[in-house]
């Protein structure tokens, strides 16, 4: 799984990006955060029961079955890494630590979304 973040305020080539993502979805997208998963699309973020539901949702479902990737052949064009068109069959580990400095390893299982995104 390849997680990839783009400012879109000040950064007009991430404001065309977008432009062609919304292309490749037929949908206008008319907020943020966006999060793309296989041909799923979430718009914003509420709280982790529900958003947060929906992501981990499509994450298990592009884990159990074959999801294509719409935006990675975008990414591609743009110059960006060659993204895999697939998702993988089978689950793959993750790692849910990291170090701190001045707090030591935290377990990033242990929060929710937004904290996790202030903590990183």
């Excluded at 390849?2 to 950064?11: N, P, S």
């Excluded at 499509?58 to 110059?79: E, F, H, M, R, W």
């Excluded at 697939?86 to 929060?111: A, H, R, W, Y």
Aim: hydrophobic share 35%; glycine share 8%; aromatic share 6%.
């Amino acid at each position: 799984m390849v997680i990839q973040q783009f400012e879109i305020w000040y950064d007009t080539e991430n404001q065309k990006l977008l432009q062609k993502v919304e292309k490749q979805f037929d949908t206008p997208i008319n907020g943020v955060p966006l999060t793309l998963i296989g041909d799923a699309k979430i718009v914003g973020y509420s709280i982790d029961t529900i958003t947060g539901k929906q992501i981990d949702e499509a994450i298990q479902y592009c884990l159990k079955n074959t999801c294509t990737d719409l935006v990675g052949p975008i990414l591609s064009a743009k110059g960006g890494q060659e993204l895999p068109q697939k998702s993988p069959k089978k689950s793959t580990e993750v790692n849910t630590q990291v170090t701190i400095p001045g707090f030591g390893v935290v377990q990033l299982k242990d929060f929710s979304l937004p904290v996790v995104t202030i903590i990183l």
